[in-house]
């Protein structure tokens, strides 16, 4: 099991900068792939970045590309996500993702992207205003 805890959310205005972390405890060696999500009232969860966790490879949505870093750190078993230059359509909910995956001979690693991921933070709240 995985458990996830994020951090750093607030309201900022256009332009502003914010700094989200996640804390992960648990089986962390199981951990694959992370990734921020987001949702915002009334639109459906969308992913914001995400990082291939034994390379350091990133890839992020085309909205934030820019302006969003994904970055960790293994000794402090932390994710986090630097936002730049903040719009208002950046405002929602943010929370942080885990896909578990371990080598069995068998099934082929998986690509990390914005699906199968199995444990999730509760949530940080970001707002942007204009």
């Known amino acids: 099991q995985v458990t996830l805890r994020e951090s750093g959310g607030g309201s900022v205005q256009t332009g502003g900068s914010l700094r989200l972390s996640c804390e992960v405890s648990g089986y962390i060696q199981s951990v694959y792939c992370m990734a921020w999500f987001r949702q915002a009232p009334g639109k459906m969860r969308e992913g914001v970045g995400s990082i291939y966790v034994a390379g350091g490879t990133t890839r992020y949505a085309d909205s934030v590309k820019g302006r969003f870093t994904i970055s960790q750190d293994s000794l402090e078993n932390r994710l986090y996500l630097q936002m730049n230059s903040l719009k208002p359509d950046d405002t929602g909910t943010y929370s942080c993702?885990?896909?578990?995956?371990?080598?069995?001979?068998?099934?082929?690693?998986?690509?990390?992207?914005?699906?199968?991921?199995?444990?999730w933070g509760q949530g940080t709240q970001v707002t942007v205003s204009s």
């Open positions: 993702a885990a896909l578990r995956w371990e080598p069995d001979g068998v099934s082929h690693p998986p690509r990390c992207g914005f699906t199968g991921y199995s444990s």
